[in-house]
């Protein structure tokens, strides 16, 4: 007999519950009984599953009470507030915000990434940043295979990334463009902050709001998350992190350092063995990884890979992949697959 688990998503209406409950489905993830949490706002909405309908409930402590596995993705102070009571209720929270990412005792999991959880006993796992993730699925094979010393991207996100509100938003700014209406602007870069600006036929070199430091968080996130998922502090990391009007499907230009000097042939060879990552790489027939062909697939595509005209250990990538799928909820289910498997739970 099958082992069967009581799952609850956290966040379950929003734009990485939403693909969390799609992955749950197509994966067709051992669940014995599933719990759709929200805000009072969404509470009695309804969400079909498998074929089931469920309503959605407000979230409160007690919603946790049975719950084997906990997805999170309702923003960071929601994970503060709830994870600990799902886990002192029994549950292991898989956390798709960035409260407990950082956390030392916290694991930071890309499944493809392999590395040792410190010990069964940990009940919060994290999941990474969507940039991070598919940044480092890419990399990781060829720091494994000639070391890395220095990793400079530039993103270009989608609005998804943002969540509901700001798809809405791109959606709503692109019809009033159509209708010579002016541009409303309330969600992006941060909903948030003091000012806002249009992002439909525009381009915002700003994702989340600024640090002391003149980076944004998004940046930090990513130059502080790459690191510990590869396991390296003196990996030279650095990020610019830039909105596009997309919908869904992240977008990143990346320099890379080598330790050792490799070929093209090798650099392509391991992008082609690494696991979840697809070589699409011919420019001759202008072959190339683009979002609106990611769009719903689970891999990381990389395609435009060039050698640095100066520095043969220099190399540039163009990496590509889903933000909702892989950059959130295909990971967190993985992970949670990945601790069945381990017997963890
Ligand atoms: P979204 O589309 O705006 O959805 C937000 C979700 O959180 C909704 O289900 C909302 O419920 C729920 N929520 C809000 N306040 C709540 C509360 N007080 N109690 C319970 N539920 C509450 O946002 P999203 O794009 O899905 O992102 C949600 C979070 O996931 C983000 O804040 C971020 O931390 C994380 N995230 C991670 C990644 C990643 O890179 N791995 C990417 C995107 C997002 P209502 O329908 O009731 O409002
Ligand atoms: O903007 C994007 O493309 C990714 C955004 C992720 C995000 C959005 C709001 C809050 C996060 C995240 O996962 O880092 C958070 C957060 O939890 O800090």
Same mark, same amino acid.
């Given at each position: 007999?099958?082992?069967? !688990?009581?799952?609850?998503?956290?966040?379950?209406?929003?734009? /990485?519950?939403?693909?969390?409950? &799609?992955?749950?489905?197509?994966?067709?993830?051992?669940?014995? *009984?599933?719990? +759709?949490?929200?805000?009072?706002?969404?509470? @009695?909405?309804?969400?079909?599953?498998? @074929?089931?309908?469920?309503?959605?409930? $407000? #979230?409160?402590?007690?919603?946790?009470?049975?719950?084997?596995?906990?997805?999170?993705?309702?923003?960071?102070?929601?994970? &503060?507030?709830?994870?600990?009571?799902?886990?002192?209720?029994?549950?292991?929270?898989?956390?798709?915000?960035?409260? +407990?990412?950082?956390?030392?005792?916290?694991?930071?999991?890309? %499944? &493809?990434?392999?590395?040792?959880?410190?010990?069964?006993?940990?009940?919060?796992?994290?999941?990474?940043?969507?940039?991070?993730?598919?940044? /480092?699925?890419?990399?990781?094979?060829?720091?494994?295979? +000639?070391?890395?010393?220095?990793?400079?991207?530039?993103?270009?996100?989608?609005?998804?990334?943002?969540?509901?509100?700001?798809?809405? $938003?791109?959606?709503?700014?692109?019809?009033?463009?159509?209708?010579?209406? *002016?541009?409303?602007?309330?969600?992006?870069?941060?909903?948030?902050?003091? =000012?806002?600006?249009?992002?439909?036929?525009?381009?915002?070199?700003?994702?989340?709001?600024?640090?002391? =430091?003149?980076?944004?968080?998004?940046?930090?996130?990513?130059?502080?998350?790459?690191?510990?998922?590869?396991? *390296?502090?003196?990996?030279?990391?650095? #990020?610019?992190?830039?909105?596009?009007?997309?919908?869904?499907?992240?977008?990143?230009?990346? !320099?890379?350092?080598?330790?050792?000097? #490799?070929?093209?042939?090798? /650099?392509?060879?391991?992008?082609?063995?690494?696991?979840?990552? $697809?070589?699409?790489?011919?420019?001759?027939?202008?072959?190339?990884?683009? %979002?609106?062909?990611?769009?719903?697939?689970?891999?990381?595509?990389?395609?435009?890979?060039?050698?640095?005209?100066?520095?043969? =250990?220099?190399?540039?990538?163009?990496?590509?992949? *889903?933000?909702?799928?892989?950059?959130?909820?295909? =990971?967190?289910?993985?992970?949670?697959?990945?601790?069945?498997?381990?017997?963890?739970?």
């Amino acid at each position: 007999m099958v082992k069967t !688990y009581n799952v609850a998503i956290m966040g379950a209406t929003g734009a /990485v519950g939403q693909q969390m409950k &799609e992955q749950l489905e197509k994966r067709d993830f051992p669940i014995k *009984d599933i719990v +759709f949490l929200s805000s009072s706002r969404s509470a @009695g909405k309804e969400i079909e599953f498998k @074929g089931k309908t469920f309503t959605v409930q $407000e #979230a409160k402590p007690e919603s946790f009470k049975g719950i084997d596995i906990a997805l999170f993705s309702a923003g960071g102070s929601i994970s &503060e507030e709830f994870a600990p009571e799902a886990v002192k209720r029994g549950a292991i929270v898989i956390d798709n915000t960035s409260a +407990f990412r950082m956390d030392k005792d916290v694991p930071l999991v890309v %499944p &493809e990434v392999k590395q040792k959880r410190s010990g069964s006993s940990q009940r919060i796992i994290a999941n990474p940043n969507c940039s991070t993730i598919q940044m /480092v699925c890419a990399l990781q094979p060829l720091k494994e295979q +000639f070391g890395m010393t220095k990793v400079v991207v530039s993103t270009y996100q989608a609005v998804s990334g943002a969540g509901i509100g700001a798809i809405n $938003e791109l959606k709503a700014q692109a019809a009033d463009f159509d209708n010579a209406k *002016d541009a409303q602007a309330e969600m992006l870069p941060v909903k948030s902050a003091k =000012n806002h600006y249009p992002i439909a036929f525009n381009v915002i070199p700003q994702i989340d709001q600024f640090a002391d =430091n003149g980076y944004t968080l998004e940046e930090m996130k990513m130059i502080n998350e790459t690191k510990k998922i590869m396991h *390296d502090d003196s990996l030279a990391v650095a #990020a610019t992190c830039v909105r596009l009007p997309v919908v869904t499907g992240h977008s990143e230009s990346v !320099y890379v350092e080598l330790s050792r000097a #490799a070929t093209i042939a090798q /650099v392509k060879q391991a992008i082609k063995d690494a696991p979840g990552v $697809e070589l699409m790489d011919d420019p001759s027939n202008q072959i190339y990884p683009m %979002p609106l062909m990611a769009a719903g697939l689970d891999e990381v595509f990389v395609g435009r890979i060039r050698q640095d005209l100066d520095n043969p =250990n220099g190399f540039h990538l163009w990496i590509v992949a *889903d933000n909702l799928v892989k950059g959130a909820a295909l =990971n967190s289910v993985q992970i949670a697959e990945a601790l069945i498997e381990e017997n963890v739970i």
